[in-house]
């Protein structure tokens, strides 16, 4: 069956820098992109971006670029989200979601089909 | 952006009521609508996806309608384990932006 399996909670102390990984199975790694989302604890969710797992090219969401990066080691298929110059306000669950498309009529319809467990990462000193 | 505005932004209800979420696109997204369940502490699950499609798996209690600008999530008769917060996602364009969710409380 389909699976995403994130790394552990993290806490780090500002300005540290963080790696979490999610480790994909029971599919073809790279048949399907990975997306990184972020929710900031009590609030909604947020899109950071994707990464083309074939290519490996990210694309990041504005206010998601310079300190976070998306990559990958299709070798053991896994993807990573390393965020750098940790602030307080990185305190949040970061959760990668396979991408899946549904095509009709209207184009290719893109939906989250699997999620990992999601990461908790605190930044505090 | 394309903004997305759910109401309303939680609810109570009893087991077996019937409830209703609705979600506004700031913009024209035709049908690429998802919509999402998540559980205290969990990850989200799909739905809905395209609009009014059920993900298999989902119990056919969920609907989801709309096109355009206007969207919504029903459920016919509320389960103990529906209780959740519920979110809307447009794939029409990127960023994919979420509404804020609709926290479905027991009343």
């Known amino acids: 069956q389909v699976q995403l399996v994130q790394s552990g909670s993290e806490l780090k102390k500002p300005g540290a820098s963080v790696k979490v990984s999610c480790k994909a199975s029971?599919?073809?790694?790279?048949?399907?992109?990975i997306n990184w989302l972020r929710q900031a604890p009590g609030q909604g969710l947020e899109w950071m971006g994707w990464i083309n797992t074939n290519t490996g090219i990210p694309t990041y969401a504005q206010g998601f670029t310079g300190r976070f990066v998306f990559s990958l080691d299709t070798s053991v298929s896994t993807a990573y989200l390393q965020i750098s110059s940790l602030k307080a306000e990185d305190t949040a669950v970061y959760s990668c979601a396979r991408d899946t498309y549904y095509y009709d009529t209207s184009g290719y319809k893109y939906y989250f089909d699997y999620w990992g467990q999601g990461t908790l990462v605190t930044v505090s000193s | 952006d394309i903004q997305m505005t759910q109401s309303p932004s939680s609810l109570s209800a009893s087991v077996g009521d019937r409830v209703t979420i609705t979600c506004r696109a700031s913009q024209s997204i035709s049908t690429y609508l998802n919509w999402y369940q998540q559980k205290q502490g969990k990850a989200p699950k799909v739905l809905i996806y395209?609009?009014?499609s059920l993900q298999s798996g989902v119990p056919s209690r969920f609907t989801g309608s709309g096109s355009g600008t206007d969207f919504t999530l029903s459920i016919s008769s509320l389960q103990a384990e529906d209780f959740a917060t519920y979110y809307c996602?447009?794939?029409?364009?990127?960023?994919?932006?979420f509404g804020q969710g609709t926290k479905v409380e027991m009343k």
């Open positions: 996602q447009q794939s029409y364009s990127t960023p994919r932006t």
């Open positions: 029971g599919y073809t790694f790279t048949s399907y992109a």
């Open positions: 395209a609009a009014s």
